[in-house]
């Protein structure tokens, strides 16, 4: 089925001046301030590359981190990552859509590449707003008149609806690239055409997005099973009655999830069959690992799943025909705590099921890993789980109206 959406495919680039909205949010080192990893920088590089190639004038628009955090910094450090993945200069301006960003944008010649700042250095792109109102923010209609067109190829964002994600495709023509397309392709594919038995695993501490996919798969029915890890378990076990003990259900309230108990207890009483929880965990103790059945947890952070628990969840996931899985199943990055969610990537790629990684740290894992058997590792968690929970992507919806409106013109 053909896309509803414009690609790169449909837009003639070359002298052409374009917007192009990447997502090259990356690791930095807290210490030192240097970028730690360039994967997702190397992941933009395909659509950058190939703009460039195609003889356009290509301005980058990205983020790093959000205000507050450590990491929130300039994207200096992502221009020169990027000119040496290209082989080729990639100009930066320290500005986003002020006087010396509106100049630089003017003197590039075709071919040439520029990355402006951080776009969350302007305070209108933190405000989630409706797509209609963030064309009237300064950035979209201060750079809008400069470009030809905008191509969105933040898949990883495109469950937000900000400024430089939204407001531009509804002001001038606008495309997916290559990683915004790819993913859509592959994630409407397998949500559409699901086989049975469907298992998704859920894990990690985005407990939010795992219930919200849980409440969806089970209200809708295209889950058989939900496999519950990581912390999203420990709040499953605590709704089902189990004592997870002080230490567990304090980092729970700490991080105001309590309402989520509450939820999981309703959804294992009304699907109890579909929703399977550990039998047994790994808690640390003086870094190290030792297990007990939940039963008999000590008062002990829970850091992983059980040898118990992950045969089972292997089994169930090898008998899969389709497989959901977001999240990792504990502390994976601590030496001897990675076992959980490593045995249960192996399952994944071992079995013969249509298989889907969201991203973040599960992605990063089996990356690291060098797995082959897994269908598709998505480079946005949040986005992806929204898209198979049945959500709105925003950045997706004004493509496809970018694209409507262009076609009703012609």
């Not at 300064?138 to 191509?151: E, T, Y």
């Not at 407990?207 to 099973?225: H, K, Q, R, T």
């Amino acid at each position: 089925m053909a896309p509803d959406f414009y690609t790169i495919d449909d837009l003639d680039l070359e002298g052409k001046t374009v917007l192009v909205r990447v997502d090259i949010n990356s690791p930095v080192d807290p210490l030192t301030g240097l970028l730690l990893d360039d994967t997702r920088i190397r992941l933009h590089a395909e659509t950058i590359a190939e703009l460039a190639n195609k003889g356009a004038k290509t301005v980058l628009l990205a983020h790093q981190s959000r205000p507050g955090k450590k990491d929130f910094t300039t994207l200096q450090q992502h221009a020169e990552a990027l000119s040496n993945l290209l082989d080729r200069p990639v100009g930066y301006v320290d500005d986003i859509f002020g006087s010396n960003a509106r100049e630089a944008i003017s003197e590039l010649k075709g071919g040439e590449i520029l990355l402006l700042e951080n776009v969350r250095f302007y305070s209108e792109e933190i405000l989630q707003r409706e797509p209609l109102e963030q064309v009237e923010t300064h950035m979209v209609r201060l750079l809008s008149p400069l470009a030809d067109f905008f191509i969105n190829d933040a898949f990883a964002a495109a469950h937000r609806s900000q400024p430089s994600l939204v407001g531009f495709a509804l002001k001038m023509p606008s495309a997916a690239g290559r990683v915004m397309e790819r993913e859509l392709k592959a994630l409407y594919s397998a949500v559409s055409n699901v086989e049975r038995p469907c298992v998704y695993v859920l894990g990690g501490v985005k407990v939010d997005d795992s219930i919200m996919v849980m409440e969806n798969a089970l209200e809708s029915g295209s889950a058989d099973y939900i496999l519950t890890t990581g912390l999203v378990a420990n709040i499953f076990l605590w709704g089902g009655g189990v004592n997870i003990r002080k230490h567990n259900r304090k980092f729970i309230e700490d991080r105001e999830y309590c309402e989520y108990v509450k939820k999981a207890k309703k959804l294992c009483k009304k699907f109890k069959d579909k929703i399977m929880v550990p039998s047994d965990l790994a808690v640390c103790e003086d870094d190290k690992r030792l297990e007990y059945s939940v039963g008999k947890l000590p008062d002990l952070p829970i850091f992983d799943l059980g040898t118990e628990t992950t045969t089972e969840y292997a089994r169930v996931i090898r008998n899969a025909r389709t497989i959901f899985a977001n999240g990792p199943a504990g502390v994976f990055e601590k030496e001897g705590f990675n076992q959980g969610t490593e045995d249960i990537l192996n399952a994944i790629s071992s079995s013969p099921g249509f298989s889907i990684i969201g991203g973040g740290h599960l992605a990063a894992a089996a990356n690291q890993m060098g797995l082959r058997g897994i269908s598709h590792i998505s480079s946005g968690g949040g986005a992806s789980i929204n898209l198979i929970a049945g959500a709105r992507l925003p950045a997706v919806e004004v493509l496809r109206e970018a694209a409507l409106k262009s076609k009703v013109k012609h």
